[in-house]
């Protein structure tokens, strides 16, 4: 049996920073057998995703590992793209409507009111799902857990608003780590292995972050959610990550806006 190839597109991969020439804040597709799944809204995602060819009506679901302003800021300008592309091509989304995993509906519905003003045309665009500990969706493409982590700075009591994800593929194991306060809070997600890792380093030194990689025996490590260090050190980072991928034989790449991996 021919194995489905797995398809990654980023389209941000900047943190929270001012706005940064060619990088956009967080935001990738994983597309399997065709249907797309979205982890993370930054602001231009629609934009991209729909020019660069990727057809938004087949999204099925949209996580969000967390409400900071750079994960989330171009929901709106998702849910009126698929509007906009519904109206005008008189298409459906694949499931007739996205479910959203987010870990405040506050959110949620604070972009419905910013889209719809009340004219009720995001009623049968979305349905809600709230986010939690353990297996969140499963559908015959692909399986994901969430698992809650330490962004935030939260106690727990009054539950959990930030969270990372393990996508389960094709016979492949993915972790997004969202933000995370230490990425050995990962830990959970990577103990029966990880054939890639895309790792945040808006919180983190780069060099940190290949550490752990190595530490877990990660298969492959990607770099997303860029913070200073890589933004005003580009090259040194680049070289860094290229010395370090032949010195431990794993693939790893710092990944940039428009770019598409296959696994």
């Known amino acids: 049996n021919l194995t489905t190839m797995i398809t990654i597109k980023h389209l941000g991969t900047c943190s929270g920073t001012e706005p940064t020439e060619n990088l956009h804040h967080l935001s990738f597709i994983l597309q399997v057998n065709g249907v797309n799944y979205w982890f993370d809204a930054g602001e231009n995602c629609a934009h991209y995703a729909h020019l660069s060819g990727i057809d938004v009506m087949q999204t099925r679901a ?3 590992s967390h409400p900071h302003i750079d994960h989330v800021g171009g929901m709106a300008n998702i ?3 698929i509007n906009k592309l519904r109206g005008r091509y008189r298409r459906q989304l694949i499931d007739k409507s996205l479910k959203v995993f987010i870990p405040y509906k506050d959110v949620l519905d604070a972009v419905k009111l910013l889209v719809s003003r009340n004219r009720g045309v995001m009623d049968d665009i979305y349905e809600y799902n709230p986010m939690h500990d353990g297996v969140i969706f499963e559908d015959e493409n692909v399986k994901v857990t969430a698992i809650h982590n330490y962004h935030l700075r ?7 608003h930030s969270y990372s994800f393990l996508i389960e593929a094709e016979g492949k ?18 103990e029966k292995g990880c054939d890639l890792l895309m790792h945040e380093t808006g919180h983190h030194k780069v060099k940190d972050v290949i550490d752990y990689a ?6 492959h490590l990607r770099f997303i959610h860029h913070g200073r260090e890589i933004i005003d050190h580009t090259q040194e980072c680049l070289d860094l990550v290229k010395k370090s991928s032949e010195k431990y034989g794993i693939p790893m790449e710092i990944a940039f806006d428009l770019e598409t991996i296959e696994i």
């Open 214 to 219: 190595v530490s877990k025996n990660v298969k």
């Open 79 to 81: 849910f009126h793209t």
């Open 173 to 190: 194991r993915i972790v997004f780590s969202g933000d995370v306060g230490c990425p050995y809070e990962l830990n959970a997600l990577l």
């Open 154 to 160: 939260e106690s727990g009591q009054n539950g959990w």
């Open 62 to 64: 949209l996580f969000i």
